[in-house]
Every structure is written in structure tokens, then in C-alpha cells.
């Protein structure tokens, strides 16, 4: 037995310490050794106050062993290079004055917790920032918790949340509460991949708030019946009340045209109606819903109007171009004629990628006499084909500018809160510029290239990454070549997407960045290398695609679409592989000029 038990003591994965009364080493197998990165000789020659992190002389797992003959507990030791192992700890007193203990090494379960928690407090700070209240349905209790933020959105304290489901379906507004039930009990019954609703919820003043409500199951009994169902209230009166606004807004713009006297209507290219207002509806002696998606061929009373109509509205289509028409005759419902003078514009319907023709025509019977002399005038319509994104940029720079100024007069408790606001417009203004940049690149399909020199593009996207991640550690390994490249004035932005992408997905205290630059005969090779969580290899293949996001990321997915397209541009190629120990490594190759 004595035998076996040895080569337990010398095979065992678990490391085993054996000491005396006063915390001398006695025996140590090797998987301790190993464990403290001792050799048997050195640990033997320590006491168990050398690996402890307490700084006492008799550490108080120690202690606690050899008052109550066994100690079971999680603690942090020394390794002999310096480091602290998490470990779990089972000590006994083998009643002779000595004692065993049995460490195992929890580290990488510790740091698992000690993510988890972190990612826990990233996600409560992510709902705190975007006021969100979240809401927790125990479907057998029929009972709901609500953060601090749902009931402050309501006006009240947490405390005066009543848990009670029942107590909810109150608080929905009666006009919303049968659609808002619908909803609900459509996704218990598996119809829906989600409850999502808009409706109102009563505040503590006895208003009426807009919210928007997103949950799901999370889980299921064994049956397959729901247990619990998680989800969010968005805070959306602002926007429904912009909407509101809008909408009365389009019933009044409705009236103003309604009561026009002139004849306002939209045609397809396929010559159909798809708005008229009363005096189309007057002229033609039909009400609008007897017009829209009919033809003039359809409606008229006369043969040549609908095809002279139909000409000049295809002449508008095909050439993009308003066009008027000083005189031209319509016979009305009760068989008068009259002259009209009509201008058709091109028009793109909202929703629609449909051509169309905008027309209005104003009774000119009883002028013609004097009026034909006035010159006709047209409007030189602009399509815009690109979001414009100054003004969003300028109140951010605003709030970037502001929020400098409040460094030196806020508290420090409240400078965290400011830090946040300033990364935030940090990120939101380089979101604009990616916009931007990619509205730019879908809109100049064949834009000029010339011979560029690439160290200032490189440096000047550099600095600019420096001075945005102040807290990130930007540097450039070796020299950059004085070559030249093919390349547009997007250039800067390829750099500047990758360094940022580096930095704002890195999950590091201290993100670092190297930048690399060799020149070949031919080509010349950008790499820009991170510590971050790296790209997982499934991903490395369609990171590049449009409105592809990493893991954990927030962003829009549109900087390596970007970086993509102009290097493919460019004639160049982009790759991301594994750096060493960890992160990724983005390599950009250009052809020479």
C-alpha cells in the first residue's frame, strides 16, 4: 500500500504540498513543483509564508488548518517568476503535528470569471449609457423584474414597481393593449422570432410615453412550453412624436395641395396615376380612388390628348429633364375645353426606385390672350445621390469641443462619465467619415488615379489615429520607403480604417499597434498589426463583405468594405492573418507607380 500510495504522490496531477507545524515544505511531488515552478530542492527549502500573497508570517489559510484541521479555499499564490497562480485549496492535519495540502490550479476558470464579470459590467454600462429598461418574465410566476431604468423612464423609483404582470398590462395605453397582446401571444405560441412593439406605457404623472419593446424567450420548460422571456423598453417619444408631427404635417401639406387650383398629379413610366389632387379628381369628374392606376387612354374623352400626354411624359422619363408645355387642351367631364398651361419634372416616387413624372397644370383658358408672352422657365433639378453628413459631423466636433472644455471643471467622480462622452463622439464622428468615404467610392465609379507619395498619406493617417486614441499606443517599426503609388485621394482612408479598426476592437488595457511598411521591386506591403482578440479563421473570409461586423462589435461594418473596394481599386490586395502571441495582422499590397 506503501508502494501505491508513492506513486500516486509522484504521478498525481494535483499538486501536493505536505508541511509541518511551523509551514516548512517537508514533501512536495512534482506536479507542485511544476505548479510554483520550483525544482523539489528549492521548495523544500521554503515555508509556505514564501508563496503566500498575504505578507504575514502565518498566512491565514495556514492558520485556520492548524486550529481547525481542515481549510477549503480559494486563493492567489506566488510563482517563482513572479506572477500569482489562482488556486483551490484542500488542507487537512494528518494529526502528527503535519499537514497535506492539495492545490489544483483554477486560473484560467478565475479569468474566465473575472471576463465574464467584466463583459456583465461593460453590458450594464452599455445600458445605463443607452437609458434602456429591461424587463425579466418568470411566465410560471407570471411575475416581471425591471432595472432602474424602466422604472425611471416612468417617473418612478424601482421600489414602486409592482412585479405582477397584470400590473404591467395596466400601464399600456387601452388603445395599444389588444395589439401589444397580440404580439406577445403570437411569439409564446412560436410565430414570431421576437416581440417587437411600439406603444405607450402610463408615466407616474399620468402622461403617456412611446416605447419600443423587444424580448424573446430565453428559456423553455421540457416540454417546450416557455419559462422565461428577457427583453428591453426603448425609450422612443421623441422619434413617435417627430413622426406624429410628420404625419400631421403630411395631412396638412395634403390640404394645401387638395386646395390648389391647379392640377397636380404623378405618373408612372408605365403612364398609370399615382397621386392626383381635387382638381384632377374635378376636371376628370371621378373621385381619386376611381384615378389612381388608370391611364389618361383610360379616363379622357378624346383620342389625341392621351397619346400627346403620354409622349411628353416618357420625353420627361427618358431624359431626366423637366419639360413645359406652354398650351396644350384637355376636354373636361362636362365636354368644355380648356387650355392648360403644364410642367412635368422627373420624380422619383418615396419607396420606390421607379422612374415617374411629376406634373402640374394651371387653367390658363382665360389668360391665354395676354399670357402667351410670358417666358417659360425651368427648373433644373439636382438629384442627390450622396448622404450628406457635414452638419452631423459639425455638432459632434461641437460636443468633442465642449467636452474639452469641461476637463479642468469636472469632477473627478464624474470625469469617467466625460471620457465616455468623448470616445463616443470620437467614434460617431469617425462613423460619419466612413460614410462618407464609402458613399464617396459608390459614387465615383471611375475616379482619377495618379501617382501618390505614400510616407505622408501614411503618416498623416497615423497622426490622425494617434490624436483620436490617445490611450492606444500607435508605433512604426523601421522606416517608411519614399515610394509612390497609384492611387486616389481615398488612400489616407484605407490606413486610417485599419489602424482605428485595430484600436476600437482591441480588447486590451493598452491597445498596440505596429506599422510595418516594405517596399519590393514591384509592389510595396502595409501591414498593420494589433493585440486585440484577432479574427477568427472562419471569419477571415468575409470580414471584407459589406456590413460584416467582428466579434462583439458595434460598429456599422463598413470600414473594411471600404478598405476592400479602393484597394481592389487600386489593383492592390488585402489580407488579415494571426499575429504572434495574439491579435491580427492586416496587410495591404500596392502595385508601384
Not at 506503501?2 to 504522490?9: A, K, N, P, V, W
Not at 484542500?90 to 473575472?114: M, N, P
Request: proline content about 4%; charged content about 30%.
Amino acid at each position: 500500500m506503501e508502494g501505491s500510495y508513492q506513486t500516486y504522490f509522484e504521478k498525481s496531477p494535483v499538486a501536493v504540498f505536505v508541511v509541518d507545524e511551523d509551514g516548512t515544505y517537508l514533501e512536495v511531488n512534482p506536479a507542485a513543483c511544476e505548479l510554483v515552478g520550483c525544482s523539489e530542492s528549492e521548495l523544500l527549502s521554503k515555508n509556505v509564508s514564501d508563496l503566500s500573497t498575504s505578507g504575514e508570517s502565518t498566512p491565514p489559510s495556514f492558520q485556520h488548518v492548524r486550529e481547525t484541521g481542515r481549510v477549503q479555499t480559494e486563493l492567489q499564490i506566488q510563482h517563482s517568476e513572479g506572477h500569482l497562480i489562482d488556486v483551490l485549496l484542500d488542507a487537512v492535519s494528518l494529526g502528527d503535528g503535519t499537514f497535506v495540502g492539495y492545490v489544483r490550479d483554477i486560473t484560467d476558470r478565475k479569468e474566465r470569471e473575472r471576463e465574464v464579470e467584466s463583459l456583465k459590467e461593460r453590458l450594464e454600462l452599455a445600458v445605463d449609457a443607452a437609458n434602456l429598461g429591461v424587463w425579466d418574465w418568470d411566465l410560471e410566476t407570471d411575475t416581471v423584474q425591471f432595472n432602474d431604468q424602466w422604472a425611471t423612464m416612468l417617473g418612478y423609483s424601482a421600489s414602486e414597481i409592482d412585479s405582477a404582470l397584470d400590473a404591467w398590462k395596466s400601464r399600456v395605453h387601452p388603445a395599444d393593449r389588444e395589439l401589444v397582446m397580440e404580439a406577445v401571444d403570437a411569439h409564446l405560441a412560436g410565430e414570431t422570432a421576437y416581440i417587437d412593439t411600439e406603444h405607450r406605457l402610463q408615466t407616474a404623472d399620468g402622461g403617456w410615453k412611446w416605447v419600443r419593446d423587444i424580448g424573446h424567450i430565453t428559456e423553455r420548460g421540457a416540454n417546450g412550453d416557455p419559462k422565461r422571456a428577457v427583453g428591453i423598453h426603448q425609450d422612443i417619444d421623441e422619434r413617435k412624436r417627430a413622426e406624429q408631427e410628420l404625419e400631421a404635417a403630411h395631412d396638412r401639406l395634403r390640404q394645401v395641395i387638395d386646395l390648389v387650383p391647379d392640377l397636380i398629379f404623378v405618373k408612372n413610366r408605365a403612364g398609370e396615376y399615382l397621386l392626383v389632387n381635387d382638381a384632377v379628381c374635378e376636371a376628370y369628374g371621378r373621385p381619386a380612388e376611381e384615378i389612381i392606376g388608370r391611364t389618361d387612354q383610360e379616363l379622357l374623352f378624346t383620342e389625341e390628348h392621351p397619346k400627346a400626354f403620354r409622349e411628353d411624359d416618357l420625353a420627361v422619363i427618358e431624359s431626366g429633364e423637366p419639360k413645359t408645355i406652354p398650351e396644350e387642351d384637355l376636354v373636361t367631364a362636362d365636354g368644355e375645353t380648356r387650355v392648360f398651361h403644364t410642367t412635368k419634372i422627373p420624380y422619383e416616387p418615396s419607396g420606390s426606385d421607379d422612374d415617374a413624372v411629376l406634373g402640374y397644370a394651371r387653367d390658363i383658358t382665360e389668360l391665354k390672350a395676354y399670357e402667351r408672352q410670358i417666358e417659360t422657365q425651368r427648373d433644373n433639378l439636382e438629384v442627390l445621390n450622396q448622404i450628406v453628413r457635414h452638419d452631423i459631423r459639425n455638432d459632434l466636433q461641437l460636443v468633442l469641443a465642449y467636452a474639452d472644455l469641461l476637463h479642468d471643471s469636472v469632477e473627478e467622480s464624474a470625469s469617467g462619465h466625460l471620457h465616455t462622452l468623448q470616445n463616443a463622439a470620437q467614434d460617431a464622428v469617425a462613423i460619419t467619415r466612413t460614410a462618407r468615404d464609402v458613399t464617396e467610392v459608390l459614387l465615383q465609379s471611375g475616379a482619377d488615379r495618379a501617382p501618390t507619395r505614400l510616407r505622408p498619406v501614411l503618416e498623416g493617417a497615423i497622426d490622425s489615429a494617434r490624436s483620436n486614441h490617445e490611450h492606444a499606443a500607435i508605433q512604426v517599426e523601421g522606416s517608411i520607403p519614399e515610394v509612390s503609388v497609384l492611387v486616389d485621394d481615398l488612400l489616407e482612408s484605407v490606413f486610417r480604417n485599419l489602424i482605428q479598426n485595430a484600436v476600437i476592437h482591441n480588447d486590451q488595457e493598452l491597445p498596440e499597434v505596429t506599422v510595418t511598411t516594405t517596399a519590393g521591386k514591384e509592389t510595396v506591403a502595409v501591414s498593420i498589426a494589433d493585440n486585440g482578440p484577432g479574427v477568427p479563421d472562419e471569419q477571415k473570409a468575409e470580414i471584407f463583405e459589406e456590413g460584416v461586423q467582428g466579434l462583439d462589435s458595434e460598429g456599422t461594418g463598413l470600414g473594411l468594405y471600404l478598405v476592400e473596394t479602393l484597394i481592389d481599386r487600386y489593383g492592390g490586395s488585402v489580407q488579415v492573418e494571426d499575429n504572434e502571441p495574439r491579435g491580427a495582422v492586416f496587410t495591404v499590397e500596392l502595385p508601384l507607380a
